[in-house]
């Protein structure tokens, strides 16, 4: 047994089984400061599902990090809290109790919608940490007690001469890395124009979400000649091998996201290639424990990993960070502030401090969401029994 699974288990005996007798489904509406836009599309508003979880003796939250509509991957909003109620709850109601850590395991017979069951793993979690009283950095293996933040750059509805107001802002807030949206018509001009305003030296890398295919070469040997850090995810979800050819073609390292989604997917992605570095969402890969795994994976194969962002609010967030606290966490992520995406978050903010998130230290998440603020940006809210 490797240190790793020795350490999942002592993790995994520390939880008591519980029932669970409530899930609150609370969708919120909270506006985002600036648009967002990717190639799959412009966010404005960030709606999002929170979980409340109820245990004997404690409440725990989860956050649902899909998009609300497909666009991103292939779950949304919607179909997360209609999988949810229909057949994740009744699954957990035909058992007698519960842990986070049997949640994946009892789960397995329904296929995919990771986000989904990725966010009431982690409200379990939560709730079940908060019994225990131990922190969820602490609990998954965090070795920092800060991390260090990059800042994702959508595409601006300015051009060139806003994007680069933009990299201005953020470097002054102290960002220690930046990532610049791409799609076809928007790469090779924004990211030379990047390069050569602010130096060789800022660290600077792309995500293409998906948006082109294998004719689309010639962009991607002109970015190889930026000095970018990596270029994430240049292809659709499936195209591993179409990742594997561009990767020996190109100096800069490829790194996957959308492709990722557990662990053994990882580690057949790179073997065949196809990513040498690997950016891990809990959401996108089922859960915080299988993204430990995702991590370990990556660790035994001399893969560095670094910690995505879905716009997550404080909850989700402070999920990320205890993440982004475990050793082979080695770039810094997008972990960025509240305050980069909204004027006032649902729990107390993030705040970058030197280019760094402090790791929440309380029991659970550690953190708490405002109930004041919370029923401000509820767009719907229901209780359902389990
Ligand atoms: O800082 O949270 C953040 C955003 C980082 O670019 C980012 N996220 O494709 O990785 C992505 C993108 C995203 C955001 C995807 C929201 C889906 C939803």
């Not at 089984?17 to 967002?36: M, Y």
Request: with cysteine; hydrophobic share 45%.
């Amino acid at each position: 047994m490797s240190r790793y699974d020795e350490a999942a288990r002592a993790a995994a005996e520390a939880l008591v089984p519980t029932v669970i007798e409530s899930v609150e489904f609370r969708k919120v509406a909270l506006p985002l400061r600036s648009p967002f836009r990717t190639s799959f599309g412009t966010q404005h508003v960030r709606e999002v599902l929170l979980l409340k979880v109820t245990i004997p003796g404690a409440e725990g939250w989860g956050e649902v990090v899909t998009t609300a509509a497909p666009v991103y991957s292939s779950e949304y909003t919607d179909g997360a809290a209609h999988v949810l109620e229909h057949h994740v709850l009744p699954r957990i109601g035909a058992v007698e109790t519960v842990t986070a850590h049997g949640l994946a395991e009892l789960l397995r017979p329904l296929r995919g919608h990771r986000m989904a069951k990725a966010a009431l793993e982690l409200a379990l979690l939560d709730a079940q940490l908060r019994v225990a009283g131990e922190s969820l950095a602490t609990h998954l293996g965090a070795v920092r007690d800060r991390v260090p933040c990059g800042v994702s750059i959508g595409i601006p509805a300015g051009g060139i001469p806003q994007l680069e107001e933009q990299v201005r802002a953020y470097l002054e807030d102290g960002y220690l890395r930046i990532k610049l949206k791409i799609e076809p018509g928007f790469d090779v001009a924004p990211v030379t124009a990047v390069r050569e305003t602010f130096g060789r030296d800022l660290p600077l890398q792309v995500d293409a979400n998906s948006a082109y295919t294998l004719d689309d070469l010639a962009v991607f040997d002109a970015l190889d000649e930026l000095g970018l850090g990596l270029i994430e995810q240049p292809f659709g979800e499936e195209r591993i091998l179409d990742h594997a050819r561009l990767a020996e073609r190109l100096d800069t390292p490829i790194c996957l996201d959308e492709s990722i989604l557990d662990a053994a997917g990882a580690i057949d992605a790179i073997e065949l290639g196809a990513t040498s570095i690997v950016n891990v969402k809990a959401g996108r890969v089922g859960g915080y424990l299988e993204a430990v795994r995702v991590h370990d994976a990556c660790a035994a194969h001399d893969v560095p990993v670094w910690c995505g962002g879905m716009l997550e609010t404080g909850i989700g967030r402070a999920a990320n960070v205890a993440l982004a606290a475990l050793p082979n966490f080695q770039l810094p992520g997008d972990t960025s502030a509240s305050t980069r995406y909204f004027a006032e978050d649902v729990t107390e903010p993030f705040v970058l401090e030197d280019g760094h998130l402090a790791v929440p230290t309380g029991p659970g998440i550690g953190r708490e969401p405002d109930p004041r603020f919370l029923e401000q940006i509820t767009v719907d809210v229901r209780t359902l029994t389990v």
